[in-house]
């Protein structure tokens, strides 16, 4: 825990040294959530992107040397704060890629403002909306998570297995929310389950327990949440408990957060259950999670893993590209779209000595294969996990 609290400490000091470093020979934005509704998941975030490019400068650096600095930035999960983060990180700090934002909306606002226009890649390992795919992107933007398309309609076919044939829907009013709400609500329905309520709601109120009651009314025994566990998602799941709106309780991966369980205690979630992205079995991802737990972190923690991979996935980049940001979102699909010898987490050294001989690479991820679209997205999988303890055990794997 310690180890992980100084690098979490060294993270956020990155941006003020980074102006002062005199190795400060390739900069990369990381722009995270740090401040705002996923706050508590930003951190483990950052500190799994920081591992990737420890991992890089350790083992002689980038370009014949030069190290990788990070400079952060937050957005507060906001468009507009995203928007001014990004300007500075572009603009001021001249970062050649950008890791992140994390959430959805601020990934739409700062491609469409901001990096699009100044021809930098960004590669986010969070933002998760399917309005992230129909972005005309001059092919700058990628994601190292699945978009919620794929886990709003699994979602919905797993519950249907799983008996639940009738519920009601309460979804955060944003981009994240409504794609969410949208894909689910459309293969619920299509396999015969019944939607009995639903509704958007605005962040930051006070009390939802009007919205409550009136999605209770249809009858539906388990709520669907799609928003922040650590916003107003923990409100309304604080309040439909205390009021016993509804029996069983289901999230999406916005709500698989540490602060549920501190808030509210596991003796009071045993009916709360919430898909998550899920590394796939595989040598990659027993690396990282040795390497991980090494720095103190905890591999379970939500986006780690694409966190984790979207910081070295933007070094072999930069490296293929030979350090030209005109060249590097061509290369992050040359390094990972299945062809060449395979690289794993932290095999840094080889990848340099493959790309300077002119052989092809392909980065196996932590979070599974980065075989890009034409979109930037990638294939990927969801578990359905439940509350044990302090902390969340997966239960199965959605369909």
């Avoid at 590669?123 to 190292?144: A, C, H, N, Q, Y």
């Avoid at 289901?250 to 501190?262: H, N």
């Amino acid at each position: 825990m310690l180890k992980k609290i100084a690098l979490a400490a060294g993270l956020f000091s990155a941006t003020a040294l980074a102006s002062n470093a005199a190795q400060a020979d390739v900069k990369i934005g990381l722009l995270g959530g740090i401040s705002g509704p996923i706050a508590a998941m930003a951190p483990p975030m950052l500190v799994s992107s920081k591992l990737a490019i420890q991992q890089v400068n350790e083992q002689g650096g980038i370009l014949g040397g030069q190290k990788i600095v990070t400079v952060v930035g937050d957005s507060a999960c906001n468009p507009q704060n995203g928007v001014d983060a990004a300007t500075k990180l572009v603009n001021i700090e001249q970062v050649v890629g950008l890791i992140g934002p994390h959430c959805s909306g601020s990934v739409l606002a700062v491609a469409n403002s901001v990096t699009v226009p100044a021809g930098i890649a960004l590669i986010t390992p969070s933002g998760t909306s399917p309005e992230i795919t129909g972005l005309e992107d001059k092919g700058l933007v990628f994601r190292t998570v699945p978009s919620d398309d794929f886990q709003g309609r699994s979602l919905a076919r797993t519950l249907l297995e799983l008996g639940t044939k009738k519920v009601a829907v309460a979804y955060l009013n944003n981009d994240y929310g409504s794609g969410l709400a949208n894909s689910f609500k459309a293969e619920f329905e299509a396999n015969g389950g019944e939607i009995a309520g639903y509704s958007a709601h605005e962040d930051g109120k006070a009390s939802y327990r009007s919205n409550l009651a009136e999605l209770s009314r249809g009858g539906a025994d388990t709520l669907v949440i799609f928003d922040y566990g650590d916003g107003t998602g923990l409100t309304i799941l604080r309040q439909a408990l205390e009021n016993g709106f509804f029996t069983n309780y289901v999230g999406a991966d916005g709500m698989k957060s540490d602060a549920i369980i501190r808030e509210l205690g596991t003796e009071n979630l045993t009916t709360f259950v919430t898909s998550s992205p899920v590394g796939e079995k595989s040598d990659s991802l027993a690396v990282f999670n040795k390497a991980y737990i090494a720095a103190g972190g905890n591999p379970d923690a939500i986006f780690v893993t694409s966190s984790y991979d979207a910081a070295f996935l933007m070094a072999l980049a930069l490296e293929k590209a030979g350090g030209d940001a005109a060249k590097v979102s061509e290369s992050i699909v040359a390094v990972s779209n299945g062809q060449g010898e395979a690289i794993l987490p932290g095999e840094w050294k080889k990848a340099v000595e493959l790309i300077a001989a002119g052989k092809d690479i392909d980065y196996k991820g932590a979070a599974g294969d980065l075989n890009f679209d034409r979109a930037g997205d990638v294939p990927g999988s969801y578990g359905l996990f439940k509350v044990d303890g302090d902390t969340f055990a997966l239960q199965q794997t959605l369909n």
